[in-house]
C-alpha cells in the first residue's frame, strides 16, 4: 500500500485530509510539525507528503523540504498555504517540490494531484529498478565475458577489432582498429576468413573456422564462430574463438596410446618368435666367423670375416630396434625414488666423453644444487638423457665440432627442467613429427629414441619439447618431479 504524509498543525484539517487520501487507499500518518514529521520518516517511508507552509514549531515547510527529501529519498511534496505569494511560491519551487496549492482547495483537485504525485513516484522507482537491473546484467554479461576461456571479439565491416576480452588480449595483445585477420589467423588460412566474413555481411551466414594463432602464449589452435551481432553494412560481426590446443594434445595422444597398445598387443606375441631365430642366427654367425678365421686362402677368410661382421652389425640393429619397440610399446612400472641429478648427468657425460673428444665436441654439466635432487626411475631417466645427448651428437658430427651442455632449473609446483642444449644444425623437422614413432632424419635410425623419451618423461607427469636454439642448434627440455630434501619439509 502507497503511503502519505500529512503536515499541518490544523488537526481538523489534517484529518479531513487523510479521510480524502484513505478514499483512493493511502495509508496516512499525520504530524502536526516538522520535528515530529523528520521523527516519523526514520521509522517509515512515505511515497508523498502535504505540508502546510505555516508551522508552530521549527522550520516552516518550505524550509522542511530538503530535510523530507534527505530522510526519503524520491518523496513527492505538495505545500499548502492560505497565504499564497509569489516569493513563497518560488522559493517553493526551488526546493524542488511537486505542486503548491493554496487555501482553501477542492477535494477532487488535491485528490487528482496526489494521485498524479504518487504515479511520478512509481515511475522514478521503475526507472531506477530497471537502472539497477540493467546495470547488474551488463555487470554479469561483462564478467562472463571478460572471465570466458574464450576469444570474444567484435569486428567492424572492414574486420577491424572494436574491441577485445582479455583471454583473447592474452593470446594476442593487438590495439583496437587492428585487423583481425593479421592479428588472429595465419596467413595460409586469411583467404577462408575473408570469404566467411564476405558471406556473413551479404548473406548473414554464420561460419565456423580454425586458424593458428601465434602470439605470447604460444601457438594455440582456435576454432572461430563468426556471426552478426546486427545485420547491416557496417557489422559489427562478432567473432568467438575457443581454444583446441589442449583438446587437439589429448586426442593425438589418446590415438597414440590406443596405437601404442595395439601394437604393444601384437608385440608380445611376436617377440618371442622374433628372438628365437635372432639367437639362433647370432649362434651361427658366431660359428661362421670361427670356422672362417681358419681358412688357408687369406683373400677369402677376409671376405667372409667383413661380411659377418656386417651382418652381425645388422643383427645387433634388429635387436636394439625390437628393445626400442618393446620399450615403447609395453613400458614397465616406473620405481621412483629419490636421485641426485648431478651425479647421473656426470656418469653419463662420462660415458659419452670418449666418442665427443674424437669428434672434437665439448660435453657440459651446469646443475645447480637446489635442482639436483629429484624423484624419478632413475634407468628410465639415464635412458632419457643418453638418447638425448646422442641424438646432439649425432647432429654434430657432421661438422666434428661443437657443445653439447645439460643445465637445470626448479620450476614452480615442483618440477626441475632438464636441457640438452647444443649448437648443431637445428631441427630438422617440426617438433610434432619429431616424437611420433618411426620418424627420423638419420641414416639406420628406428625414429624410436624421442617417442620412447617422451613416454617416460609423461610417464613421470614432465612434458618434454624441442625447439632451435637460435642462432643455430637444438634445445631439448623436459620436466621431472623434484624430491623434497630435508632442507624443504615443513618444520
Known sequence: MNKALVVDDNADLAANV??????????????????????????TPVDVAIVDVRLPRG??????????????????????????TVDSAVAAVRQGIFAYVQKPFDSADLVALVERAIAVTHDRRERERLAQELASSEALHRSLVETIDAAILVLGRDGSI?????FAQELQAVPEATSFLEAFVEEDARGRFARALDELHHLGQASTLESIVRGPRGARILRWTLSSIERNESGPFLAVGVDLTE???????????EALAAVGTLTSGLAHEIRNPLNAASLQLELLQRNAKKL?????RER??????????????????LNDFLSLARPSSLR?????????????LELQRPLAESMGVELRAEIPRDAASVRVDEARLRQVLINLVTNSLE?????????VTIDARVEDEGFVEVRVVDDGPGIPSTEDDAFKPFVTTKEGGTGLGLAIVRTIVQRHGGEVHLRDNSPRGTIARFTIPRAIRPSDAPR
Open 18 to 43: 487523510a479521510e480524502l487520501l484513505e478514499s483512493i487507499d493511502l495509508e496516512v500518518f499525520l504530524a502536526s510539525d516538522g520535528e515530529a514529521a523528520l521523527e516519523l520518516l526514520e521509522r
Open 59 to 84: 522550520p516552516s515547510g518550505v524550509e522542511l523540504v530538503p530535510s523530507l527529501k534527505e530522510r526519503c529519498p524520491g518523496i513527492q511534496i505538495i505545500i499548502m498555504t492560505g497565504n499564497a
Open 162 to 166: 572494436r574491441f577485445s576480452n582479455r
Open 247 to 257: 583438446v587437439r594434445d589429448l586426442q593425438r595422444r589418446t590415438v597414440e596410446a
Open 296 to 300: 688357408d686362402d687369406e683373400a677369402l
Open 304 to 321: 667372409l670375416v667383413d661380411r659377418a661382421r656386417i651382418v652381425r652389425s645388422e643383427l645387433t640393429r634388429l635387436e636394439r630396434m
Open 336 to 348: 621412483l625414488e629419490p636421485t641426485d641429478l648431478r651425479m647421473l648427468v656426470h656418469e653419463i
Open 395 to 403: 647432429a654434430l658430427r657432421p661438422e666434428g665440432r661443437g657443445h
